[in-house]
């Protein structure tokens, strides 16, 4: 069931004035994961059980191990972006550990099998964990930002000391940005006799709020932290890839030596780097959603291109990576990271010969036990 929603906007040109019919093709109750009619061969829904179960372990373990060797690691504590690292881990495996339960029931195609209170809860943490996880990379970036081009002006604010408000705040803003689904969520009967978990806004205009919230919700947590995290990381990049002399006069005061500072430049390029493909694979996986959502709103909304089977697959299959591959990419960019996965992997058992690579690894990033905070 579909609403058009026209909008008669006045236009006028020096003595003109006309009337544009502005149409909006409002889908009430918009979901990624409800439409879906079209059964698949057993052996896809086979092969794509594995795929899921694949990523959502890899993803578990992966993030569940970057925050025990953060928090188990002192040198590692004392990093300011390493204990938002862990706050974003803790968003990824809330959406993944949330996550199964959609998995399932989408394979199955039967709708929602559980209760309301399900829908409401279930969506709630999942929608909260992903605003969070926005936030908090928002915060990291804004936290890079502020050390690297104005180490002694606001540096300070973002200090160990002022985490723990900071991550309450982003927790609080993100439950409360998260209240409508936990409020408004509930089970619709389908023609098909499934229900779906659904989001309905009371009032005559449910429809008309449903579409104003999704719009404000992509504003704040899609389109407007792409915009502030692209600006803050190109200015940063043209700080630490452009010239080490502006980096120089930045820490005069701290005497490092030229060899020092190489070091240190090295490492928050490495650092940048790992931070800027995180956010960019988080924009790159939540971007089918976004072109869902407005494609079916500022078109006619009946082309199966977005609505088919295999398209809520991709767009399920691109949310998943992205809370499981976050920390494939710190072990990549980073050698810290790289060194202490293999060393906690290797406690399951490794053989003598891993021992002495992780060593050696080991040795090799000496340099950086200065932290990325410097």
């Not at 690297?148 to 940005?177: A, D, E, H, Q």
């Not at 869902?292 to 299959?317: C, H, L, P």
Request: some cysteine; glycine content about 4%.
């Amino acid at each position: 069931m579909k609403q058009i929603l026209k909008l008669m906007v006045t236009m006028t040109e020096e003595d003109h004035s006309y009337e544009v019919d502005f149409t909006l093709n409002i889908t009430p109750n918009f979901t990624l994961f409800s439409e879906q009619t079209q059964v698949a061969s057993l052996t896809a829904i086979v092969l794509l059980t594995v795929l899921f179960s694949v990523i959502v372990v890899v993803g578990l373990v992966g993030n569940c191990l970057t925050i025990a060797l953060v928090l188990m690691n002192s040198k590692m504590r004392q990093c300011v972006t390493n204990l938002l690292i862990v706050n974003v881990a803790v968003s990824d495996v809330i959406i993944m550990s949330f996550g199964v339960p959609e998995i399932v029931m989408f394979f199955l195609n039967k709708g929602w099998l559980l209760q309301t209170v399900a829908c409401k809860v279930n969506r709630f943490f999942l929608v909260v964990a992903l605003y969070s996880s926005v936030i908090s990379l928002v915060v990291i970036c804004s936290e890079r930002f502020c050390g690297i081009l104005f180490p002694f002006k606001v540096y300070g604010v973002l200090v160990k000391r002022n985490l723990l408000p900071i991550v309450t705040l982003i927790w609080f803003i993100s439950g409360l940005c998260g209240l409508p689904v936990l409020l408004f969520n509930t089970v619709i009967p389908t023609l098909n006799g499934y229900g779906t978990c659904q989001i309905v806004f009371p009032g005559t205009h449910s429809n008309q709020t449903f579409f104003l919230y999704k719009c404000l919700e992509s504003i704040l947590f899609y389109f407007l932290p792409l915009g502030i995290q692209v600006t803050m990381y190109s200015m940063i990049s043209r700080r630490l890839f452009s010239s080490s002399k502006k980096l120089w006069d930045s820490e005069s005061a701290s005497k490092l030596k030229k060899w020092s500072l190489r070091e240190t430049i090295k490492t928050r390029r490495s650092v940048v780097k790992m931070l800027m493909a995180s956010v960019g694979l988080y924009f790159l996986s939540y971007s089918p959603i976004q072109f869902q959502f407005f494609y079916q709103t500022f078109t006619s909304g009946n082309s199966k291109d977005t609505r088919s089977w295999e398209f809520f697959v991709f767009a399920m299959i691109s949310t998943h990576i992205n809370s499981a591959a976050n920390p494939i990419l710190y072990g990549i960019f980073s050698e810290r990271y790289k060194v202490r996965y293999q060393r906690y992997l290797c406690r399951c058992g490794c053989n003598q010969h891993m021992k002495q690579l992780i060593s050696t690894s080991t040795k090799s990033t000496r340099s950086e036990e200065t932290e990325i905070k410097s």
